[in-house]
């Protein structure tokens, strides 16, 4: 398994810090993702909207599922000592600015893909067989958020037009007063949980596996992110052309109109012609008359 190839590059487990050791074995999977589609729109400073609108919808449905594990498990020995709700929570941040974007009923818009769902599910999962392992998930999503939180706000914000922190409440962590030396306390916290071998070796695993659920994430989205805005161009290339027909067809009728109108002010110009032009024009129509009841004879 491509897992356990990783898990081989760690030849003493226990010679190293856990927060040392995750870091290690998710080297490879880190730079991966940040070679995702998505990742590499922020790193050119570029995202779309609807990137970041689809982007927050999968961070809704992860961040329910990892935090209501959390909260079951808090009292957990390997959970507990990373358990910072109040410092790194971020569901009703996400919340606020999916209704920011999609509006009060924001729940009923929001869709994500299936790699979404296969996460959350993971995570649901784990809650209850193997909270332990939830160390790992949460290392991975709330560490990385608070250490390139700031700088992708800023991105965001700049590349949407935002005005102050509007549709940005995902990347503020007001309860963090230094990020810095949270992380250092929050990589303490990792370091002082007990675990047996096997246990260790367990984590680790599901350390590169969070990352692996991650990148999965991100191509999808970015997959969806294209099949979104192609049915956009669609949509406005459609209205266009029925903007032009319709242009194009009021042009006929206003012609149409102009025609009409010269052929009335011709008529009524033969109407008041002189006395004589009147007269030969009775004639023909005494003739065409004469013709057509010989003709009905």
């Known amino acids: 398994m491509e897992t356990e190839k990783k ?42 909207l609807t990137q970041y609108k689809l982007l927050l919808c999968s961070l809704y449905e992860i961040y329910q599922a990892l935090e209501e594990a959390l909260d079951n498990n808090s009292n957990h020995p390997s959970v507990a000592p990373i358990y910072f709700p109040l410092e790194l929570a971020r569901l009703e941040s996400v919340e606020r600015d999916l209704e920011h974007f999609y509006g009060q009923d924001w729940r009923e818009k929001i869709v994500v893909p299936a790699a979404t769902k296969i996460y959350a599910h993971r995570l649901r999962q784990i809650g209850k067989d193997n909270p332990e392992y939830l160390v790992a998930h949460a290392y991975t999503r709330y560490l990385g958020d608070l250490s390139g939180g700031q700088v992708l706000g800023r991105i965001t914000q700049k590349s949407l037009g935002l005005k102050g922190g509007e549709g ?118 005494a003739l065409a008359t004469v013709g057509m009841g010989i003709y009905a004879f």
Do not use: W
């Open 7 to 48: 898990m081989q590059t760690q030849v003493e487990l226990t010679d190293s810090d856990l927060s040392e050791q995750i870091k290690a074995v998710t080297k490879d999977s880190h730079v991966r993702a940040e070679n995702t589609e998505l990742m590499l729109a922020y790193q050119r400073g570029n995202v779309s």
């Open 168 to 285: 940005l409440s995902f990347f503020s962590f007001p309860g963090v007063s230094s990020p810095n030396l949270f992380k250092q306390l929050y990589r303490s916290r990792m370091n002082s949980i007990e675990l047996e071998e096997e246990e260790r070796k367990g984590m680790l695993e599901e350390a590169v596996r969070a990352f692996e659920l991650n990148i999965q994430v991100f191509d999808d989205l970015q997959k969806m992110v294209s099949v979104t805005e192609r049915e956009s161009e669609l949509m406005h290339t459609t209205t266009r052309n029925r903007c032009t027909r319709h242009t194009s067809t009021h042009s006929k009728l206003a012609d149409g109109e102009k025609l009409m109108a010269r052929s009335f002010q011709i008529q009524t110009s033969l109407v008041n012609a002189s006395p004589l032009f009147r007269m030969v024009l009775g004639i023909c129509v």
